[in-house]
């Protein structure tokens, strides 16, 4: 009987901190206001990330009560990145005017 009880309450555990999750969600812009899509939004030595929609927007689900850097980046616009921390069940909006970089857009081989 005990058994059973500890590994019914193993996975009603794993449920629950399953549940335990934040997000960060928004929209990125240029500075005319222009949706900014495939804009990489990575987070520093995680294997997660998202990428903007063709209206500039993402979600990412990220562990609570822990800071990651949160880094925007894309080849017309200049790299971003700012840490945050959420607390569970923390749904924050971030929305994010990309200015252009000065860098070329085109590339060309030379010989």
Known sequence: MNRWFSIL???????VMAQQTASVHGTV???TGAPAAD??????????GATTDAKGN????LEPRTSFTLRF?????????????????EQRRVDLVRRRNNYLT???LVN
């Not at 309450?9 to 449920?15: E, F, I, K």
């Not at 993402?58 to 689900?61: G, Q, R």
């Not at 980046?73 to 069940?89: C, E, I, Y």
């Open 39 to 48: 804009v990489n939004i990575s987070v520093d030595g995680k294997k997660i």
């Open 58 to 61: 993402f979600s990412i689900e």
């Open 9 to 15: 309450a193993l996975a009603a555990t794993g449920h």
């Open 29 to 31: 812009t240029d500075t």
């Open 73 to 89: 980046s894309h080849a017309q616009f200049a790299t971003r990145s700012f840490k945050v921390k959420l607390d569970p069940g």
């Open 106 to 108: 085109k590339t060309q």
